[in-house]
DNA sequence: ATAACTTATTCCAATGAATTTACTAAGTGA
DNA sequence: TCACTTAGTAAATTCATTGGAATAAGTTAT
């Protein structure tokens, strides 16, 4: 049961409406204020009002007139791409990622570090400094995206095993060292973040994005909300028993999506039937996809096919159009995406499948960090659904 | 993708405040101004003014004195709870079921007409008109339940082929003739509503109703909204897949859901290995249970086996805590709560399912009626989160 | 070239909802 | 009776949006 919603106020409708008129610059592209009055509803007098401040702010620029269409010529407005930079961490099981992006998702700056058993939060506070030894634009502020349950309303990591992580209180702790607004969300969460913001599906009111790598996650975007569920465990469908009778999985039960769909599967199944000098990795998968290797493709055909039911019933529930595949596994391309289309129109309505659209993310191994600068982006902002 | 989010003008912070100043009443029971303006944050000034309209209005009255508390006492407010009357109506397949209830949901008027074959429109006007006649508080509007594809917000049938509607503009259609604003949705999604608004899980953040008869489906509230999903299509899980090599489908594919753990499914496999001369009912079944019946537990265990797998994929998947089961299914309460209890913790995360509270309705045969209702009420009064 | 018209943007007074401050009402306790 | 506390109202203030007029800067018809 959650409270009651919170009372409107004149700073809050300002806010709202300044947040509105640069998202409508944002996603204008080069926009004249009259537009973005008529796009908003807005009077031309508030977006004006509105505008002068963000060119104050250094968040907006006028970049040149239109052609005038038998009056006035527009004066267009466009986002400072650069007016702005952001920090997003990745915390990764064995190492830090981070990047400093600009508005727009475009990455100024990457570092990586690996981790060497040491203090993790340390080698967190060093990673940033040296981000920030390296930026003389304004940072907005710092986004996280880590494995494990995240309270993100209260900015704590609740658990995370790997990182030996327990009621970690990492917005506080950082926002206090280095004097800038953070916000932290579970890893799957950023990614279907990234993708909503920076990605194919910009915007789409549903989404799901599927992370699939050690284990299997899912980030989900609801009425154009994230989903963070009710412990802040939505998304765990690498748990999700596809095989009634399958292979035991770390987690106790038979036969969970993780046991038979998750990429070290994928790679364990290859050492054991088709052992090499070393262990078999993602980039030796696509090489002997692309040799034709039955063997191979029998086994990407296996996991596609959980895939597929997995996302079947996903379609099911939320009827959502935009399915998001992310993860070392995505790297397969149409390999995967393939059987698993075909799985899926084997396991859902028709009329449903017909309209989802699934794809591979675009984005890269950067998505987290550049879905932890979009939460920070989406906070600060505002560039998202209300 | 979705355009940008509305303005926010005066009138809306207006509206908001005194929506909010409702509902605080209206969650609250009995309760001041002074304590209204403390719950919602906003100015005692502002409560007051707002009370005066809600008062003016004939939604709120005054209701006593509270004991003072060392000054002076605080007048005690509360909802007129029959300040207002809403039409809830169920186009159910065989028959219309129409009631009219008070701001809390108490049931003042109940109509059925059994569905004749004949134009269902003329007879939905019929059993309004019946409606209307008896009532004489001022009717808020008229909120409508019904099977297929709705579309909620241009208030269009889509597609119900029970009823052989399609792209029918109710709304417009009943707005036009009674001069009433009128709501609807599919009657899943609406039994969703009627447990959000007056069903145990009162504005649970997230919650999952399974609505099980003749087919299956599901209403699901994600961070206090109602999924509808991106075609309208959100909770369809009577197809989804359980089985992989189960019986055929009406859908055309194998194993779905619907094929082991409907109502009608159970009826139809007990008049196969138990024939009588008239066809089981569920009221038989219960009698059943209640005398051991082997045959029939086990029919029940294995629709309470699958309903476990298929909650359990949500659960994984939204990690929601509060799960209500209802439709004709759900009169079998405890009898098929343990066995899916048992099978739920099977399938899903251990941490999850502690958390998890899987109920049965208590709201009875007039819930779609109900959360019709509901849904007009959240819609005209506000009576939703945010 | 000039006048008439369009369209973009800004200026300025008016509006109105929330806020602030001061005040009244109505109790308790010393 | 007086000091104090709490509830609620009234009047003055604030400030973001609004609406109308003014201005800027073009195009089109004459």
Redesign the pocket.
């Known amino acids: 049961m959650q409270g009651l919603p919170k ?12 947040r509105l008129v640069f998202k409508a610059i944002y996603d204008g592209g080069a926009i ?7 796009l908003t ?12 401040i963000l060119l104050e702010e250094e968040l907006v620029q ?1 970049v040149g ?13 466009s986002v400072l791409d650069d007016g702005r930079h952001l920090i997003g961490l990745d915390v990764a099981g064995h190492e830090l990622r981070g990047t400093i992006i600009n508005l727009r998702g475009a990455i100024r700056q990457r570092q990586t570090l690996a981790l060497n058993g040491g203090n993790v939060l340390e080698q967190l506070y060093q990673l940033i400094d040296q981000l920030l030894a390296n930026t003389h634009s304004p940072v907005l502020g710092i986004g996280i995206g880590a494995p494990g349950v995240i309270n993100t309303t209260a900015g704590v990591v609740q658990q995370a095993v790997n990182l030996g992580w327990h009621n970690l209180a990492l917005r506080d702790l950082l926002g206090k060292r280095y004097g800038l607004p953070v916000y932290l969300a579970n890893d799957s969460h950023v990614t279907a973040i990234a993708e909503h913001t920076f990605g194919s599906q910009r915007n789409a009111a549903n989404l799901v994005v599927i992370n699939v790598g050690r284990g299997i996650g899912a980030g989900i975007f609801i009425n154009g909300r994230i989903v963070g569920g009710d412990a802040w465990g939505a998304g765990e469908i690498g748990h999700v028993v596809v095989q009634p009778h399958g292979t035991l999985c770390r987690c106790g039960h038979y036969g969970c999506l993780e046991t038979v769909a998750s990429t070290s599967a994928l790679l364990t199944k290859l050492d054991a039937t088709q052992p090499q000098s070393q262990p078999w990795t993602i980039a030796e998968v696509q090489a002997a996809l692309a040799a034709n290797d039955p063997t191979v493709r029998a086994l990407v055909d296996e996991a596609a096919y959980y895939l597929g039911i997995a996302i079947a019933n996903v379609v099911g529930l939320l009827n959502a159009q935009s399915i998001i595949l992310a993860g070392s596994l995505a790297q397969l391309g149409n390999d995967l995406l393939q059987p698993l289309r075909r799985s899926l129109a084997q396991h859902a309505l028709q009329t449903l499948v017909a309209a989802t659209d699934v794809q591979v993310s675009t984005l890269g191994s950067d998505i987290v960090t550049l879905g932890a600068a979009a939460l920070l982006l989406a906070n600060e902002l505002g560039i998202v659904r209300d």
Chains 1, 2 share one sequence.
Do not use: C, I, M
Not at 7 to 18: I, V
Not at 65 to 77: F, H, M
């Open positions: 009372k409107a106020s004149r700073e809050q409708s300002k806010l709202h409406n300044y004249s204020r009259v537009d973005v009055a008529r509803n807005l009077t031309p007098t508030t977006v004006s009002s509105n505008v002068a006028e007139l239109a052609p005038s269409g038998g009056g006035k010529p527009a004066t267009l407005l």
